[in-house]
């Protein structure tokens, strides 16, 4: 049986590359018997090779310790690979399909899933809907940092790309569709964004940076971008979105107004969460702040999509209201705006699809907007340490030597 | 092995039951082979033995010998029953569950079902997309309306009733579920009923009957319901709906005009199909007459709901035209008048969940809408004959005796 | 020229009867020459001689003191009447007319009135989107509690009946078309109330009244109405709602769960705002205390409607962040939910044309719900005192005396 | 008084340019009198000067007789132009402004535009709802193929471009937000189009390139256009979209499967509507075509936008069916596959805003895709002459010599 090398959180600013064991076709014993599954045996599921997998932002709110994680928490959920070995009733995925891997694990049966809300899948998770690979409180599925994966319900959760050596070729943006993308995008769409809308997204991170390219394939004529770091400005600039430095001392309402002659704009999509910093140069850690801009920056009517996390239980909070989740949210000030809020993880297969014949048809430069960047699974340690540090790349992990080719366009 | 009684068809006018074999777990094979399932084994399916099964219109089109239905088809699509038998993958589903079936089968695996869109499945059904149970060109999926019979992906088809002795109290109601409730309230919200509209539904079988009481579900301030047999136009009236009889010789638009004040409506259901007759004391069959009749009443900038069925094969078509599905539209009206046209199989887990919800809160009285009226299975060749007549019964079949208490509230 | 007497605020807790003089055609100063307008003169707008105006629970906000509005503030935004004088641009309604007046003023000219947006009109305002008859930091445009109202772009803002003895007959339900119906409506649509759904609308005061029975409208199966008062709870059982009594010590979650089996519901309205109480017995205001019910108690995947009022400045809020309009909200609960809120005014033209409908043909019974008195313009002090003091009662003045005549059905 | 040059018809296949009078701030007496106006002072219109306006396929459609028109009809509804004289009740539109007109003239007050619907409008046409400028059937309203035009309701109706100068800098561009642009996108959206979109366009002409680049906008992946004339395909592919050329022999399934790998798209636009000729070499008019062909080629599920023009009257039609505007459809095949048909004139006020501003901010290149070309006024029965033998030119129209610098970018 091989080797399954994989990353593993030790402690905070800590992981190491483990043999967690080869995967078996069945679901985590603690999902099976809580959530009443009639068998833990997953003839739903696959076993992947895994060809990329990418390191997260979200990843790092474990890292840094910023979660409830325990030291052993296996990482990873944006996960590309080939099927190597299929249950008995897995019907339409074959082995040798090249499939991207939705983050989300959705059994397809459920009230949420059969409503296509996979990202809050009612079956899969002990402590509350929506579940994912290798994630804190997510039901203990093995992450996918890792040289092979479980996927269950295969035929469901999988999308196989039509062409395994077109979808080489892209494979540096493919990478993309298990998460950043569709969570950029579902930012995007939520915060209304389409022809003609001026956008702002707060945060330049991977996700920001993939609402920025969304926002763009949705039609919006202007796409400003906020971050404190000068590096991820630039990555945005690079790409056609204006840049706005948050660590200048000006009101965001007069940064916008400076850009856009007027101090509003259609739609804002918060891709930082609950880690945001203040305005200003001399600023810390100030949870609201996103959320409060959005509301001072949205014009009367406009949507706020949210796809930055907010978290119900943080030991690192700034004080004990943000340790338990609880944020002061200037929510008069959204109201007299009628303004709608849209929160929560992006069920990744409303867009997959989508965004996938986007990058095969050459619309979409997701690697290029994100610098993706690809590193070998044992230098994971450092990719986290240096996309701590606030570079400007997106790190795609390569556990098995198939990228060494792969290049951004 | 238990006997499976099931009723089939022999040819124009004539039905029989027959023993077709308790079923197994297993697909069928031409469309196992053609839709390249892994293998013919069902491990996701269940037996079903069957509490009730209702004759519908649909099957009349076969029966009355309108479609290409072989002798030897087995029919039968709206199920209600409980499970007796689970495959080897069925997490969610249990043996003993009370569950509605809807007719159309749908794999939750492919493109189509991902996007709520069960009615054409591209997994099932080798002809075309979407099928159905006992249904000519549908894959040769065995008939429901018999003793037992197995359903595929349980977990993604299957709606299990959360109390069996209370369901069992308003099985009447709740044997709607599988179709006809679902499809009337589909033609009514593809209409844009809701609250305060004007609605036309022409047709006043069961679905027609069913839309119209989706119409009021939905708020609709008046809901007029056209038919030439009397009967069933007194059924429309006695739960508060308008009735139109079309075999008056005044135009269509004269007769909304007395109604309404204004000869125009917000909302038309077509609830008819190809089968359409003309207007007035003296017409024949005429099967664009609804369609027209619609683009006629709608509002500008109204929507029109075609639940009724037309096919791309009559052979028992009114002219050479109308045996290969083509009919002479008044598009040019339609057109100047914005209007938009909703056609297609409806999808029925996307309303069955919420209309169970209605029936079990009292907010529905389907049942007393159609006029169920309960029989044994032996007597559906009597049904089949008494609904074709023209007589306003909805007829629900009783495989097994478990419906002799039942009655309409 | 006639007399023109006006409710008109004096004071924390004080209204008084003054006469405002008879309304002129032209848009108040402040308005025309802040916003642009090219000249004061209302060539679009009409007379109106009022046939009832309500008392509505957001008066009260600044009869409370709660706002900054200044003594002689006129009062008044639900208003419906005649039409006595129209300006020489109004094309197409006619003196007599009988109209219900949505208590935002909107222009039907601007990019919000343009995208249906009449709650956030942009050309009315000086110091936001959005005005109203008779409100504190509106623009200034006079109060309907009154004999006579301008109406500014009439052709726009009115909703003519169709007939108009037929409407005295149902005039105290009609009257309800100015604000709270639509209001209540909006809220149960924002939330997603449709067929089948479970409902909780916090408060019993008449928008949650009106909430309740426009749930009930959409087809929920259930609705639940939260209240501290006991004649308000007993007003929504009267009407087929389930009551929750808020003073109890349960948490809310565990209420839930005893009348639903579950502790979620599907849709929640906030119909209290932000002078919120606590739960229990010996609670005290507690702004945010309704909003993060409705995270805890809102199904995954669910939306919250908020129609209940929250204020960038609150003099008498509880707190320096209160009186701020910020509010500590467990915004990390809502996002693990992938909650959607909706805020903000109602658009009232949105909605009143398809309510009257319903009204007109008895679908809706919105005066009973509600529990519409009607009393003398001059009793408008005593009003508003007997309900502040909690009555379950919607107070409808009548200045002239039309309605002596009129019960409810 | 100033002369105003207009382009009239003549009779078939001839226009000319007469002195029509300077425009007058009144409506048609004609429809004041029939639509219930109060008068027929247009206190709510504007007098522009005209600064450019396009032919369109529709004046083709009279002008080669296949209408009613009579002698004499003036023409021209795409227009943009300056303000010089505002009735005294515009308020918000200033003289100077320029402005985009869109080609409904819509009234801003009736339900329809309540609704959005401006396309539909009921006030200001007595044959139906909806009307236009210049056109048959549409009220009486002159044309703007002229000098000077008036444009009534200009509050609601006109869009005015935020800085002059720049709007004159992409006046070629912007020319086309008054109809063939917004009716394109229209076209577009109506189908479904949307991000990795697979998208027909039926024709080659101004508005089905429009609906090319609109799909393009909207993200589709690859956009086929079909049409019989090679220099439109040509211009099509110039600007990255695929050629379908309709005059080969095969079958439009299996030019699809040529291009697509698959015989069906995501999406279809009929972009030709009733003058539609059939396929192959020799074929001559057949006025079903493209709808047969959308059903043929739509995925199950799929919308078909049907922007193209089809007629309740049509002098020149192939049979007596469609002389009265009735097609002979494949309405089965299309209900088999569950799809939606969008009809009727584009309402432009829904899109022209976010057009512009898709223009202003360089996302648009709409003159380029369309090959706009400048001519004089006077000569415009040439270009009418050109239009027709089917160069791929989009005409605009420049009466005072305003575009002489206008060159596409």
């Not at 030291?71 to 991207?100: A, P, R």
């Not at 690079?238 to 660590?247: K, N, Y």
């Not at 986007?358 to 960047?373: C, E, W, Y």
Request: aromatic share 6%; with cysteine.
């Amino acid at each position: 049986m091989a080797e399954n090398r994989c990353v593993v959180y030790q402690g905070p600013g800590e992981v190491t590359i483990e043999d967690i064991g080869y995967p078996k076709l069945e679901v985590p014993e603690y999902v099976a018997s809580n959530m009443g599954f009639s068998t833990q045996e997953a003839h739903h599921g696959v076993i992947l090779r895994i060809v990329s997998t990418n390191i997260c932002g979200s990843d790092q709110h474990m890292v840094r310790g910023r979660t409830t994680a325990p030291q052993g928490q296996t990482l990873g959920h944006e996960i590309t690979g080939e099927v190597i070995e299929v249950g008995n009733d897995v019907q339409f995925i074959k082995e040798g399909d090249l499939c991207s891997v939705p983050f989300n694990i959705a059994c397809g049966r459920c009230r949420a899933c059969k409503e296509r809300m996979t990202g809050i899948c009612l079956n899969v998770n002990p402590e509350r809907p929506g579940s994912a690979y290798g994630y804190v409180d997510m039901g203990g599925w093995p992450g996918g940092q890792a040289d092979y994966v479980m996927v269950p319900f295969a035929d469901f959760n999988l999308l196989p790309f039509p062409d395994k050596d077109q979808a080489m070729e892209k494979i540096l943006d493919l990478t993309m569709l298990s998460d950043i993308f569709p969570t950029g995008y579902h930012g995007a769409t939520m915060a209304g964004c389409t022809t003609g809308s001026t956008v702002y997204v707060a945060g330049a991170g991977p996700v920001g940076l993939a609402a920025a390219h969304a926002a763009q394939l949705l039609g919006a004529a202007v796409v400003i971008v906020g971050d404190a770091i000068e590096e991820r400005l630039k990555q945005a600039e690079s790409f056609g979105c204006v840049p706005l430095d948050i660590t200048q001392d000006a009101a965001i309402e007069d940064q916008i107004s400076e850009i856009m002659g007027e101090p509003i704009v259609d739609c804002v999509v918060d891709a930082v969460g609950f880690e945001a910093r203040g305005h200003g140069s001399e600023s810390g850690e100030a949870p609201a702040t996103v959320l409060n801009d959005a509301m001072t920056i949205t014009r009367a009517g406009g949507s706020i999509g949210i796809p930055g996390l907010y978290v119900t239980e943080d030991p690192g909070g700034v004080d004990e209201a943000a340790q338990r989740g609880a944020l002061s949210m200037d929510f008069g000030l959204g109201w007299a705006r009628s303004h709608a809020f849209y929160t929560g993880q992006c069920p990744v297969m409303q867009y997959n699809r989508e965004l996938m014949m986007s990058i095969l048809n050459d619309k979409a430069q997701i690697a290029k907007a994100v610098n993706a960047q690809v590193i070998p699974l044992d230098d994971a340690p450092q990719g986290y340490q240096d996309f701590d540090s606030g570079t400007s790349v997106k790190y795609v992990l390569d556990p098995h030597g198939d990228l060494q080719g792969a290049q951004r366009a």
